[in-house]
């Protein structure tokens, strides 16, 4: 009888608890992830990665650690080529989203195992297969293996600023829009759905969208970090960016895009993107809805409340198509002019109340 199964490519410890990091060492001596030697590389920033490495040398003696200027494909490059000098057994990031992506990358490049320890919640990239860095052109995205661990200490993101959670609530609960979005597409282009990847993506979103606690509360940034884990899973498993990714992060990546000075942050902007285009489908009570959670955590749900106009907006959701080719979301279904954009705009800002 043939095996009617598939293997899901996901880490192989998640480890996400108060006080995780004390047990790193252990993590990385598991004979699955780490040989017995303990010769690891250790990439950090030089901000809250520099304060722990203080904390983790005496456990970890055989680890050579590397400070990472930034996010760009460069300092990614200019990692992998230093990591090339020694014998490795595995690659740690240790930080937030631009080094782990940097490490996620290097790590690549070299051909060993990524062990993703993240300090704060800022994105669902922290175990996605997909390394984004800034480049020449702007940013790009690439496909990387998904971290073999990943270590989560929540004593860790209750020190990091706020606003890094709130982006990641924003990120998370981007993906019932663009869950929304890859059905559609499904219905209108006979688009593939991959429903073990929706699902994943889609109760991610919906835990963290009908949580009752806060940024403070120990169980609420444990269904958002894993509602994280489960988002980069669900992306591994469609072999794509589909289950995060429609509308939402078009208006993001336009964002960024047309005003790459005054961006706000990833998932304030997807957040925005996702209650916006929820309204557009016309699914006018599930955007309210969406629109309230993002306040009760401190989000912005209006454009003026991140320093664009209305227009600047309107200007936003227009050239968002152009960020995604071939990707069928509400925006590209609806097609819609400048002003009807705008009297789109003019009534989601009426429905939710300024």
């Not at 992060?249 to 005054?262: G, M, Q, T, V, W």
């Not at 009570?285 to 991140?306: C, D, K, Q, T, Y």
Request: aromatic residues 6%; proline residues 5%.
């Amino acid at each position: 009888m043939p095996v009617l199964t598939r293997l899901i490519p996901s880490p192989v410890v998640v480890d996400i608890r108060p006080g995780a990091l004390n047990d790193l060492a252990g993590v990385l001596a598991d004979q699955r992830i780490c040989s017995s030697t303990g010769k690891l590389a250790i990439a950090i920033s030089g901000g809250s990665g520099a304060v722990l490495r203080d904390r983790l040398m005496p456990s970890l003696p055989g680890a050579e650690w590397f400070e990472v200027g930034g996010g760009t494909l460069d300092d990614a490059i200019k990692l992998a080529d230093a990591m090339k000098k020694g014998r490795y057994d595995a690659v740690v990031g240790l930080g937030g989203g631009k080094i782990i992506d940097c490490a996620k990358f290097a790590a690549a490049r070299v051909g060993l195992p990524l062990v993703a320890v993240a300090t704060n919640l800022s994105h669902d990239g922290l175990c996605s297969p997909v390394a984004t860095l800034d480049n020449d052109a702007g940013r790009g995205s690439y496909g990387v293996p998904n971290p073999i661990a990943v270590v989560i200490d929540l004593d860790v993101i209750r020190e990091a600023p706020v606003r890094f959670v709130r982006s990641g609530i924003g990120d998370a609960l981007s993906n019932i829009s663009a869950i929304r979005d890859w059905e559609l597409a499904a219905r209108e282009r006979g688009e593939d759905i991959d429903g073990l990847a929706a699902a994943m993506a889609r109760q991610a979103g919906e835990a963290v969208l009908r949580h009752p606690g806060g940024v403070g509360d120990d169980g609420f940034l444990q269904v958002l970090a894993e509602g994280l884990v489960l988002t980069g899973i669900a992306m591994s498993v469609s072999g794509d960016s589909r289950p995060a990714s429609g509308a939402c992060h078009e208006i993001n990546h336009a964002f960024d895009l047309l005003f790459p000075k005054r961006a706000a942050s990833h998932g304030e902007q997807c957040g925005l993107g996702a209650a916006f285009a929820m309204h557009l489908r016309g699914a006018h009570e599930e955007s309210a809805f969406m629109a309230s959670v993002l306040r009760r955590h401190g989000l912005p749900v209006l454009p003026e409340e991140i320093g664009f106009t209305v227009d600047e907006f309107v200007q936003v959701v227009e050239f968002a198509p152009q960020t995604r080719p071939g990707r069928y979301t509400i925006l590209e279904h609806l097609d819609l002019s400048t002003d009807q954009i705008r009297d789109a705009y003019a009534d989601y800002a009426k429905t939710i109340g300024s």
